[in-house]
């Protein structure tokens, strides 16, 4: 999941031709709808969500997508679930005023920054906005956080004898061929993540990720980096059984893989603790604009909240669900264990801004040959 102008060739705006949806591609809330009752009914008018990259089974989107469809009678329609972050931003750019165009996007935090800058995003506040921790979205509503985790180390235990815990295990020779990421770092949000959290690892900092392209050229060098982008279905395979990506991600492969040979253990590294989130946002020239708001209402709810948890993630909201009693405690108990004890640190919107230059800049470099 990571991680980004066509001309309408002469053909009418879908936005200025679906009745309501001048009036719904401007809504910046609720409120302009004249309340939820009339944004439901907008939606349900429209019938249809583009949606892009959510594979069924990252962060519990399959039991979410069919959840909101079943509760709203909306059909979801999900292009290209592996794409990465700068694939939907490109789709986006790229479908300026045609129906085709998605009318929501899931990217990583740098992603989704990248596309604000950009003038891709619609501002809306969904109703739970000021719950959002701050630093955690947009001050213009533009995109704002909604689940995350810590980069994690995920092992099959029943091919690896001894499975890598720490970003220096990863160098040892035991792990030649066998360490993979879940996409290209310059594209994925995931892959990008595990750059970072490389970096800190080795003296780096949010301030400088030049140390986590040392790395995996480090890597690459003692022949440990495996180019394969890891799935459940390479794993399983046996092509990858080392992979770096987001714990609830590994976490997620560990549930699917149980019943099929595969002992997948997920380790979140001392030596590299990094915490990310993938962010919302609504497309501007979103064709369904008022199923896009009404999406966005859902999954921040504590109905589409829970759901993420139940797919191993943090919600945005699980500090105030945990102090409204909303949120489900006997899922929260079973999310993977956090490294050692304090607050985590958050990179700013201007660090990660650098950052994902940096990365873009020089990753062919550091795995090339």
Same mark, same amino acid.
């Given at each position: 999941?990571?991680?980004?102008?066509?001309?309408?060739?002469?053909?009418?705006?879908?936005?200025?031709?679906?009745?309501?949806?001048?009036?719904?591609?401007?809504?910046?809330?609720?409120?302009?709808?004249?309340?939820?009752?009339?944004?439901?009914? !907008?939606?349900?008018?429209?019938? =249809?969500?583009?949606?892009?990259?959510?594979?069924?089974?990252?962060?519990?989107?399959?039991?979410?997508?069919?959840?909101?469809?079943? =509760?709203?009678?909306?059909?979801?329609?999900?292009?290209?679930?592996?794409?990465?972050?700068?694939?939907?931003?490109?789709?986006?750019?790229?479908?300026?005023?045609?129906?085709?165009?998605?009318?929501?996007?899931?990217?990583?935090?740098?992603?989704?920054?990248?596309?604000?800058?950009?003038?891709?995003?619609?501002?809306?506040?969904?109703?739970?906005?000021?719950?959002?921790?701050?630093?955690?979205?947009?001050?213009?509503?533009?995109?704002?956080?909604?689940?995350?985790?810590?980069?994690?180390?995920?092992?099959?235990?029943?091919?690896?004898?001894?499975?890598?815990?720490?970003?220096?295990?990863?160098?040892?020779?035991?792990?030649?061929?066998?360490?993979?990421?879940?996409?290209?770092?310059?594209?994925?949000?995931?892959?990008?993540?595990?750059?970072?959290?490389?970096?800190?690892?080795?003296?780096?900092?949010?301030?400088?990720? =030049?140390?986590?392209?040392?790395?995996?050229?480090?890597?690459?060098?003692?022949?440990?980096?495996?180019?394969?982008?890891?799935?459940?279905?390479?794993?399983?395979?046996?092509?990858?059984?080392?992979?770096?990506?987001?714990?609830?991600?590994?976490?997620?492969?560990?549930?699917?893989?149980?019943?099929?040979?595969?002992?997948?253990?997920?380790?979140?590294?001392?030596?590299?603790?990094?915490?990310?989130?993938?962010?919302?946002?609504?497309?501007?020239? !979103?064709?369904?604009?008022?199923? !896009?708001?009404?999406?966005?209402?859902?999954?921040?709810?504590?109905?589409?909240?829970?759901?993420?948890? =139940?797919?191993?993630?943090?919600?945005?909201?699980?500090?105030?669900?945990?102090?409204?009693?909303?949120?489900?405690?006997?899922?929260?108990?079973?999310?993977?264990?956090?490294?050692?004890?304090?607050?985590?640190?958050?990179?700013?919107?201007?660090?990660?801004?650098?950052?994902?230059?940096?990365?873009?800049?020089?990753?062919?470099?550091?795995?090339?040959?």
């Amino acid at each position: 999941m990571a991680a980004l102008g066509l001309s309408a060739c002469g053909l009418t705006s879908p936005n200025e031709a679906n009745g309501s949806g001048g009036k719904a591609a401007t809504a910046t809330s609720a409120k302009d709808f004249g309340g939820m009752d009339a944004l439901v009914a !907008a939606a349900k008018k429209e019938g =249809k969500l583009n949606a892009i990259a959510l594979p069924r089974d990252w962060a519990n989107y399959g039991e979410i997508i069919d959840t909101f469809e079943k =509760k709203y009678g909306i059909k979801v329609e999900v292009e290209n679930p592996e794409a990465s972050s700068q694939d939907e931003i490109n789709a986006v750019s790229s479908r300026k005023g045609q129906d085709r165009s998605p009318d929501v996007i899931d990217v990583g935090r740098a992603f989704a920054i990248s596309a604000a800058e950009q003038n891709l995003l619609a501002p809306y506040q969904v109703s739970a906005f000021n719950h959002i921790p701050k630093g955690q979205k947009d001050a213009q509503a533009r995109w704002y956080n909604d689940f995350g985790g810590y980069v994690s180390i995920g092992c099959d235990a029943s091919r690896v004898k001894k499975c890598p815990k720490t970003f220096a295990n990863l160098l040892e020779p035991q792990y030649k061929g066998q360490v993979a990421l879940t996409g290209n770092p310059t594209k994925s949000g995931s892959a990008f993540g595990a750059v970072y959290a490389s970096a800190l690892a080795n003296n780096g900092s949010f301030d400088d990720v =030049k140390p986590g392209l040392d790395f995996f050229a480090r890597l690459k060098k003692a022949g440990n980096f495996n180019p394969v982008e890891s799935s459940p279905a390479t794993i399983q395979k046996g092509e990858t059984p080392i992979s770096i990506t987001w714990d609830f991600l590994n976490a997620g492969y560990g549930d699917e893989l149980r019943g099929k040979g595969v002992d997948w253990k997920v380790s979140v590294p001392s030596d590299g603790a990094y915490a990310e989130c993938y962010a919302q946002a609504i497309a501007k020239w !979103a064709p369904h604009p008022a199923a !896009a708001r009404l999406w966005q209402e859902f999954l921040y709810s504590p109905e589409g909240q829970n759901l993420w948890l =139940k797919g191993h993630a943090r919600p945005a909201l699980m500090s105030a669900m945990q102090q409204s009693g909303t949120l489900d405690a006997a899922l929260a108990a079973k999310l993977p264990q956090a490294p050692g004890k304090g607050t985590i640190g958050f990179p700013t919107e201007g660090q990660l801004s650098k950052a994902k230059q940096a990365v873009v800049q020089g990753w062919a470099q550091a795995v090339a040959g």
